[in-house]
């Protein structure tokens, strides 16, 4: 028990950093693996999970067919899910076939060879060198002092495809909790895709350990604040909802008071709750691996 207090001691020092609030980190390669599955099952995986999310996003664009799907913010929440999954998937592919062309070029060294004096040093030199968390491959040797972490490897790509998972892990429960709390009869409200997207997105943070940082809610404050900021130019300033039936869906449910604050909740105080979730249950999964491997 003292070692479990011990590591959440340090995931949470480590956490609230100024620099856990960027988009950096040291290990690309796990945005394009699963440590719990081979590589074949995550591919079939993530294929069908990318299938499920362009079907249910193409059902809801056809069924509007006007540029009023793109004030709806359960379709801003939609685009992101789909996007998330269409970019991780040409990443996880990109990342096989690398791998396999690897494997097929690889040089296979003679089992035996005239062990010299030269080679026997040179062959500790480079083990050695291996040992050093510090030395990357491919990179000089850095500032020992320096922490791991923050040796920044990912590409914009990378970054593109984690900040899309903070913006659609957070804008999916909001959408589905006021889509519940603030259903009327008068719309129809797609409850059954929206929970299967969740539930897609939760079992990715199983699968993958691609990072989930706590501190990353700011993105979805500023997600969700774009939204507002486009509504609100086009509502209240452009003024072309002259029928009361076009607003959009959010603010058509949003008839009272009551309605504005449950839906305040969700939006100011409900994702910092939903981004802890997310976060524990990525470091739970973190924590379970390690111990049943034996690190």
Known sequence: MPDTWTWWKAVLAHEFRIKSFFLRFSRPELFS???????TVFLIYRL????WCVFITAGSVFRYLTYLWLLQFENWSLSAVCAYYILSTFLLIYSTLKRCRENRTTIVEPKYKEK??????????????SDLLWIMPGYEEVDPRKDFEDIDELSCYHKTIWLLQTLAQNSIVVVILCGVLLYNH???FPLADYLSLWFVLFMEAIFCFAPIRLVHVVYAYLFTLFYALVVFVLYFVIDVYHDLAERPRFLHRIRDNSS???ALIFLIIGQPLFQMFYFLVHKINIYLYIKDHGY
């Open 260 to 262: 504005s604050i449950v």
């Open 186 to 188: 008068e719309d129809s």
């Open 48 to 51: 069908v999970a990318t299938s």
């Open 116 to 129: 010299t004096e030269e080679n026997y040093l040179a062959e500790v030199d480079e083990a050695s060198d």
């Open 33 to 39: 693996e699963s440590p719990w599955f081979p590589p």
